[in-house]
């Protein structure tokens, strides 16, 4: 008996194991299955797929800390932020956005037209010089308006000597006011527009004004009927780019003593109102993404497309009589834009040099700037590589996950970005915290995009049978990357890091939130010297990093 029940015992131990390895099996099957069918049947190495979610889970790191403070930031804390607070923040933000953004697109749509489509006289410097605006942070600009116009500027001394106009009254011009920060923004930021308009009007098939001509239509008819259409792709573009400038500006909003979201948001961490600051936070993103979503639904709501197979270059359009206005309109802007703060700047730094303001201690703050620029700029071109090979080579729902959460930094103001890394380092990693790293990674989840869109710019002339071509070699898919495909786009990574670089040494309220005691950099420098108006010490750095910010300028002026 003992020995039966020890036979059937061990049959039905034998029956269990073949049961359970013949499901396992169908169970693995089927994940497999499923997984290439993700992957299209041609998944990514464990390594590239590794780094992939590690960049997209740094880069939703912010947001996912602002939705999550903001709420459990306690009723009490939303209330009083919407009793009075919020409406007024969302007032000063929205029209000063609403503004900024109507009149940089109206004045660049307008030097576009004239600069490219018309007989200017010197039409290709123009091109060049009316881009030059982009080299000068907003907060620069602020700084040498203010020592022009200020309430103690130039301007108004020549007024209050000035027995003539002293007679008229006191001094008209506010510049600490919406009037002020209006005019600053619109004129750093048209440069947007004017770039990517300039590049779609040289792209338009004169084909289509030729119909519009024959049917009886004069030069402004065909304007607004035929070429404003075709220009929307590229007036959405550039107002998307200066609506979330105007959205994440810091430096001369606080310059001018105007608050908007993330002026409020900067004070408030610096109180200690973590909570406050989330709940803020949370509304800046929600207007963020609002914006983002108008302009891609107006985008498809109106479409034109260039359907002519013979594409013809569009005419020179003869000024005739307009000319002289022309370029005094294009001259002035140029002058009030470029011309007057270069000077500025240029006087105070001469000024600046002859009482020593460049000596060692200026040196450190430019070695700053450069160290922690220059470790964003090697940690983005490092990281973008993979993430822009994973979604070229390797298409899927997660790649384009891991897309589009790299580009999340992009959207988000510095200060958003800074309250994320504060409290990821501050709780989990305090070994880095209050180390110029921190600054560096913030750097990283803000313009890793830049550099993305360089290198994947680059990833796109190269053809996949080059991959294919070294996998039937043997070689793993992240030896290929680093042995076929990085060589080959290494022009676009490095441009790509140059464009970080810059953005870095300008990028104010991240550093300002986030440098540990005693580590300033030329951007910090420039903003508290400027702030206590010893403009001696603030102006050769703000000169240099107008210099450096050539770079990227040069970049943009190649691809447009």
């Not at 390895?21 to 041609?42: H, Q, T, V």
């Not at 700084?143 to 009254?169: D, M």
């Not at 338009?204 to 004069?218: I, K, L, P, W």
Request: net charge positive; with cysteine.
């Amino acid at each position: 008996m003992n020995q039966d029940k020890g036979r059937q015992n061990k049959l039905n131990n034998d029956s269990h194991a073949k049961v359970g390895d013949g499901k396992s099996p169908a169970i693995l099957r089927f994940i497999n299955r499923k997984w290439m069918e993700i992957w299209k049947g041609n998944p990514p190495g464990t390594v590239l797929l590794l780094i992939g979610l590690i960049v997209a889970f740094i880069m939703s790191v912010p947001i996912v800390y602002v939705i999550w403070r903001s709420l459990f930031a306690g009723a009490n804390s939303w209330m009083r932020l919407l009793g009075d607070r919020i409406p007024q923040l969302l007032w000063n933000t929205l029209s000063l956005t609403a503004a900024v953004t109507f009149s940089a697109v109206v004045i660049g749509i307008s030097l576009a037209w004239i600069v490219v489509r018309t007989d200017l006289p010197g039409k290709k410097m123009w091109q060049w010089m009316m881009a030059l605006p982009l080299v000068i942070p907003p907060y620069v600009g602020a700084v040498t308006y203010i020592i022009v116009f200020g309430p103690s500027g130039w301007f108004a001394r020549f007024w209050r000597e000035s027995q003539w106009l002293s007679a008229i009254g006191d001094y008209p011009l506010n510049i600490y006011s919406f009037w002020g920060v209006f005019f600053v923004l619109t004129m750093f930021t048209y440069p947007y527009v004017f770039l990517i308009a300039s590049a779609s009007l040289r792209k338009m098939n004169r084909n289509f004004e030729e119909v519009a001509r024959s049917q009886g239509m004069t030069t402004s008819q065909i304007f607004f009927k035929v070429n404003l259409p075709l220009l929307r792709p590229a007036i959405g573009a550039g107002a998307i780019l200066i609506s979330l400038y105007v959205l994440s500006d810091f430096g001369a909003i606080a310059m001018l003593r105007y608050v908007t979201f993330t002026a409020a948001i900067y004070y408030q961490r610096a109180g200690f109102d973590i909570p406050s600051a989330s709940v803020l936070s949370l509304v800046l993103i929600l207007l963020t993404i609002l914006i983002l979503w108008l302009e891609s639904y107006t985008r498809k709501k109106n479409k034109f497309y260039q359907t002519s197979n013979t594409f013809k270059e569009p005419d020179t359009l003869s000024l005739g009589k307009w000319k002289p206005w022309a370029l005094l309109f294009v001259s002035a802007v140029f002058m009030v834009a470029v011309v007057l703060p270069i000077s500025v700047l240029i006087y105070w730094t001469v000024i600046g040099a002859g009482m020593g303001a460049i000596d060692a201690r200026f040196i450190g703050f430019a070695w700053n700037s450069i160290k922690v620029s220059g470790l964003a700029a090697i940690l983005c071109m490092a990281l973008a590589t993979p993430i822009i090979y994973l979604k070229s080579r390797h298409p899927s729902v997660i790649s384009q996950t891991i897309d589009k959460l790299s580009y999340a930094g992009y959207a988000l103001p510095g200060v958003i970005v800074a309250l994320g890394m504060v409290f990821i380092f501050n709780n989990h990693i305090p070994s880095l915290y209050n180390t110029f790293y921190m600054i560096a990674i913030a750097f990283v989840v803000r313009f890793l995009p830049q550099a993305m869109q360089s290198g994947e710019a680059s990833l796109s002339l190269v053809s996949p049978r080059m991959d294919e071509a070294a996998r039937s070699l043997g070689y793993p898919a992240w030896k290929v990357m680093i042995k076929v495909i990085i060589p080959t786009i290494m022009p676009g990574i490095l441009a790509g890091g140059a464009l970080v670089f810059v953005s870095s040494i300008k990028e104010l309220p991240a550093t300002l939130m986030l440098r540990p005691p005693g580590f300033d950099t030329l951007a910090v420098r420039v903003y508290y010297e400027a702030s206590e108006a010893i403009y001696h010490q603030a102006a050769p750095g703000a000169l240099l990093i107008v210099l450096v910010s050539i770079i990227p300028l040069h970049y943009l002026l190649r691809k447009y």
